[in-house]
């Protein structure tokens, strides 16, 4: 069984600040890529930000130097600290844990239920 519970979503004027979080279970998170996608309305989900299989962060270009993912790998949680939100950020947020897979299919691919951030103008 595997879960993927997120945290933190709401709603926030534009330029505040926000931080979700992705508790998983330990044995999932110690093997797993951890990363965070978003989708909005009528739009396809999208990357927000993961690690690669080396540890390192990867960000979409519009949210460089606005979200920071990080990891404690004591408590098997991922978040995603947003800050300077904009309007356009409004979305479903999701966690995903995969399987490093070094550019083939991942062997598996999980993902949360989502939560929802809203930003207003």
């Known amino acids: 069984q595997v879960q993927l519970v997120e945290s933190g979503g709401g709603l926030v004027q534009a330029g505040g600040s926000l931080r979700l979080s992705c508790a998983a279970s330990?044995?999932?998170?110690?093997?797993?890529?951890m990363g965070w996608y978003r989708q909005a309305p009528g739009k396809q989900r999208e990357l927000v930000a993961t690690?690669?299989?080396?540890?390192?962060?990867n960000y979409a270009d519009s949210v460089k130097g606005r979200f920071t993912i990080s990891k404690d790998n004591a408590k098997n949680t991922v978040y995603l600290q947003m800050s300077s939100l904009k309007p356009e950020d409004t979305a479903v947020y999701y966690c995903?844990?995969?399987?490093?897979?070094?550019?083939?299919?991942?062997?598996?691919?999980?993902w949360g239920q989502g939560t929802q951030v809203t930003v207003s103008s």
């Open positions: 690690f690669n299989s080396g540890g390192f962060t």
């Open positions: 995903n844990a995969r399987s490093p897979s070094y550019g083939l299919q991942p062997r598996y691919d999980y």
């Open positions: 330990g044995s999932i998170f110690r093997a797993s890529i």
